[in-house]
């Protein structure tokens, strides 16, 4: 838009702005030739991406520019944070980041305190969003398509309950008129991230396919983003491939470490030793502490755990795995030695035997160790690690994608 329209679009009440909003839309836009949107796969996909964000967040006055032309932040280490990369021809030119919600917390929450219920729900945060300025095409024809990646990415692949975004007040007409989004703090927030006031904006997953529908199927194709999203299937879109129920995709290797969060920023110097732990909690001691923690390695740190949102009929769901235990919500008539099904994929059943170790009445949860499982928890177990392992990080993980 214009800056007259602009202009007269922020002086009209809400209810009267948003629907003309809607109107200027048009999701039609062809995609640029070349274009792929995928998980970043490669150091150099990575390098590109926080390279695109930090000369970005220069460009509009977020951050001073750094040393070396960067921009990481800590969440990045997390084998939980998911790196979008959109690529024409084979070069990076916009990226946008999925952080999911651990004890480290998001980078949001330093501005708004999540309600105690949601935390129990699986939530993550849009963030580190970034076009190349050379390939800022017209009518969102690079940013649409990474809109309808993030979209179903979180739905259909992590299986996301709730996202948060934070964005600056002039941005917020955008997602929350066209993108549905909720606004959680009403007047803009010094965010300490980044050198800018922004506003928090949040969606129910499960709410917001409903509202689309609501609002944008009585309109035209090239107005009705429920189609665009839902529906269209877009070629340059791709996906990762699941042989079971997975809600990660880490590209981390113990030498990525090394490279981004020692050499290319003092992030693990400035981490807390609870902070470290957090992230050291989801790595493989065994391949990452050193990079974490130097050569002195890591003391009271538990073996590696999986995010999950397992669902069993004998709790609301399972929140995290491993191979010896797991943590599941509300459960039901469980008692010790009794052996439980989990559904793994949409074909195969893990039998585990279990021992009760905690409860907590208070958030409703219980830790179970497995005392035997069948084979099919093992495979489960060893495929969630096969992100983890060495041969995995040959500078080529291309072979996990496919087109959607």
Same mark, same amino acid.
């Given at each position: 838009m214009g800056k007259l329209k602009n202009i007269i679009l922020n002086k009209l009440p809400n209810w009267i702005c948003y629907p003309l909003i809607r109107e200027f839309m048009d999701v039609n836009i062809e995609p640029p030739g070349g274009l792929e949107i995928k998980l970043a796969s490669t150091k150099e996909e990575l390098l590109e991406s926080f390279r695109i964000l930090h000369d970005a967040y220069v460009e509009h006055g977020y951050m001073k520019a750094s040393f070396n032309g960067k921009r990481i932040i800590k969440h990045f280490c997390l084998p939980t944070t998911s790196i979008i990369v959109a690529k024409i021809d084979g070069k990076v030119v916009g990226t946008l980041s999925i952080i999911q919600r651990t004890s480290l917390k998001l980078p949001f929450e330093n501005l708004y305190e999540i309600p105690e219920e949601e935390k129990k729900r699986r939530i993550a945060e849009v963030s580190s969003l970034?076009?190349?300025?050379?390939?800022?095409?017209?009518?969102?024809?690079?940013?649409?398509p990474m809109c309808k990646f993030f979209y179903q990415y979180v739905a259909n692949y992590l299986y996301i309950d709730r996202v948060? @975004?934070?964005?600056t007040p002039q941005?917020?007409?955008?997602?929350?008129?066209i993108l549905l989004f909720d606004r959680v703090t009403p007047k803009p927030l010094k965010y300490t991230f980044v050198d800018v006031s922004v506003v928090v904006l949040t969606a129910d997953l499960a709410?917001?396919?409903?509202?689309?529908?609501?609002?944008?199927?009585?309109k035209s194709d090239k107005k009705n983003l429920y189609k665009y999203f839902a529906e269209t299937m877009l070629d340059s879109l791709l996906f990762p491939e699941r042989s079971f129920y997975k809600f990660f995709d880490n590209i981390l290797s113990a030498e990525l470490i090394t490279e981004f969060f020692v050499k290319e920023s003092n992030i693990l110097e400035n981490m807390s030793v609870d902070e470290k732990k957090s992230v050291s909690a989801f790595l493989p001691t065994e391949q990452f502490q050193e990079a974490l923690w130097g050569r002195f390695g890591a003391n009271n740190v538990r073996g590696q755990r999986f995010l999950s949102k397992l669902l069993v009929d004998w709790a609301d769901? @399972?929140?995290?795995?491993?191979l010896v235990g797991l943590r599941a919500v509300n459960p039901k008539k469980i008692t010790n030695q009794m052996w439980l099904d989990v559904s793994v994929s949409s074909h195969e059943i893990a039998k585990i035997q279990i021992e009760i170790v905690w409860i907590d009445t208070e958030q409703r949860q219980v830790g179970l160790?497995?005392?035997?499982?069948?084979?099919t928890w093992k495979d489960y177990i060893s495929y969630l690690s096969d992100d983890f392992s060495s041969s995995n990080h040959d500078n080529n993980i291309q072979k996990k994608t496919k087109a959607s």
């Amino acid at each position: 838009m214009g800056k007259l329209k602009n202009i007269i679009l922020n002086k009209l009440p809400n209810w009267i702005c948003y629907p003309l909003i809607r109107e200027f839309m048009d999701v039609n836009i062809e995609p640029p030739g070349g274009l792929e949107i995928k998980l970043a796969s490669t150091k150099e996909e990575l390098l590109e991406s926080f390279r695109i964000l930090h000369d970005a967040y220069v460009e509009h006055g977020y951050m001073k520019a750094s040393f070396n032309g960067k921009r990481i932040i800590k969440h990045f280490c997390l084998p939980t944070t998911s790196i979008i990369v959109a690529k024409i021809d084979g070069k990076v030119v916009g990226t946008l980041s999925i952080i999911q919600r651990t004890s480290l917390k998001l980078p949001f929450e330093n501005l708004y305190e999540i309600p105690e219920e949601e935390k129990k729900r699986r939530i993550a945060e849009v963030s580190s969003l970034a076009i190349d300025r050379n390939y800022r095409l017209k009518g969102g024809a690079i940013f649409l398509p990474m809109c309808k990646f993030f979209y179903q990415y979180v739905a259909n692949y992590l299986y996301i309950d709730r996202v948060y @975004i934070s964005v600056t007040p002039q941005a917020s007409k955008f997602y929350e008129s066209i993108l549905l989004f909720d606004r959680v703090t009403p007047k803009p927030l010094k965010y300490t991230f980044v050198d800018v006031s922004v506003v928090v904006l949040t969606a129910d997953l499960a709410d917001l396919k409903k509202r689309f529908d609501k609002v944008y199927s009585n309109k035209s194709d090239k107005k009705n983003l429920y189609k665009y999203f839902a529906e269209t299937m877009l070629d340059s879109l791709l996906f990762p491939e699941r042989s079971f129920y997975k809600f990660f995709d880490n590209i981390l290797s113990a030498e990525l470490i090394t490279e981004f969060f020692v050499k290319e920023s003092n992030i693990l110097e400035n981490m807390s030793v609870d902070e470290k732990k957090s992230v050291s909690a989801f790595l493989p001691t065994e391949q990452f502490q050193e990079a974490l923690w130097g050569r002195f390695g890591a003391n009271n740190v538990r073996g590696q755990r999986f995010l999950s949102k397992l669902l069993v009929d004998w709790a609301d769901t @399972i929140v995290d795995v491993s191979l010896v235990g797991l943590r599941a919500v509300n459960p039901k008539k469980i008692t010790n030695q009794m052996w439980l099904d989990v559904s793994v994929s949409s074909h195969e059943i893990a039998k585990i035997q279990i021992e009760i170790v905690w409860i907590d009445t208070e958030q409703r949860q219980v830790g179970l160790k497995i005392i035997q499982s069948n084979d099919t928890w093992k495979d489960y177990i060893s495929y969630l690690s096969d992100d983890f392992s060495s041969s995995n990080h040959d500078n080529n993980i291309q072979k996990k994608t496919k087109a959607s």
